[in-house]
């Protein structure tokens, strides 16, 4: 199954940048969210290949929700092309993520940035991988060293004054802070140690269900926001090489009560 995510991945990131070389229509689904032909083509041959081989998955995809079979043990997670805003503009940072769930655990996942033929991939007790290579979390044990990243969802205009104060923080204590604008390249990017650490709040269950897995088979950590174990319904990460894990926690500790509750 992970070799068919591979697969699949690679296959989609090949649709992308076939798109990328030449003109796409684009559709607003919000005032700032958007889809193009490149994400529905791409999400549309993923589900085609994974139900060709295994025809009673379940499968939750960005833009099409969840398919038939409710009731099945294993449900393949999608994100067709995360970063499509960057696609979209023609900014070379954007992946397509794949991850695997059985029973209610990440067994498999799968990231792939076709702009640089990076591919990340994870097997639940096997380690992470970007192309072939074994990968590990930095080392990093100051958040004064630390260069972190984070990211805005869609309803920021109206939740501004919520996300900035720990931006402001993070700011402040870290060497530095990035907004790149892909979620599932950030993740891969903590899971190889290019960078330290990444908050975010609005993240969605195709976001993260392939990063989430390779973090922690990089030796890095995953949590909620206030610290409790990780949720893939809910809204609400921080993770790290895991040695910044408690410096990262206090800080946004810190700030919630200048966070208003909106």
């Given amino acids: 199954m992970l070799d068919l995510a591979i697969q699949a991945a690679r296959e989609a990131g090949a649709i992308i940048q076939e798109f990328a070389a030449n003109r796409f229509d684009i559709i607003h689904k919000g005032r700032i969210n958007l889809v193009t032909e490149a994400d529905l083509a791409s999400e549309k041959h993923i589900k085609e290949l994974i139900s060709a081989h295994y025809p009673t998955h379940k499968i939750l995809a960005e833009e099409s929700g969840i398919s038939h079979h409710q009731d099945a043990d294993y449900c393949w997670i999608i994100d067709p092309l995360d970063g499509t805003t960057n696609f979209a503009h023609g900014l070379p940072c954007y992946a397509v993520s794949i991850g695997l769930e059985h029973k209610g655990e990440i067994i498999a996942g799968v990231i792939y940035d076709p702009t640089r033929d990076e591919l990340f991939a994870a097997e639940r ?123 990262m926690l206090d800080v946004l500790r810190e700030v919630k009560p200048r966070m208003p509750n909106i």
């Fill in 125 to 247: 007790g096997a380690g992470a991988t970007l192309n072939g290579q074994k990968i590990a979390v930095s080392e990093i044990t100051e958040l004064e060293k630390a260069l972190l990243v984070t990211g805005f969802p869609y309803d920021v205009r109206e939740r501004l004054s919520f996300y900035t104060p720990a931006w402001e923080a993070f700011l402040c204590k870290a060497q530095g802070v990035r907004r790149l604008g892909a979620a599932a390249v950030d993740l891969a990017d903590v899971a190889c140690g290019r960078l330290d650490g990444f908050w975010e709040w609005g993240l969605n269950p195709w976001d993260c269900a392939a990063g989430w897995l390779l973090i922690e088979e990089a030796g890095g950590k995953m949590t909620k926001t206030d610290g409790s174990a990780f949720d893939i319904a809910l809204p609400d990460m921080v993770c790290s090489n895991g040695l910044l894990h408690e410096q």
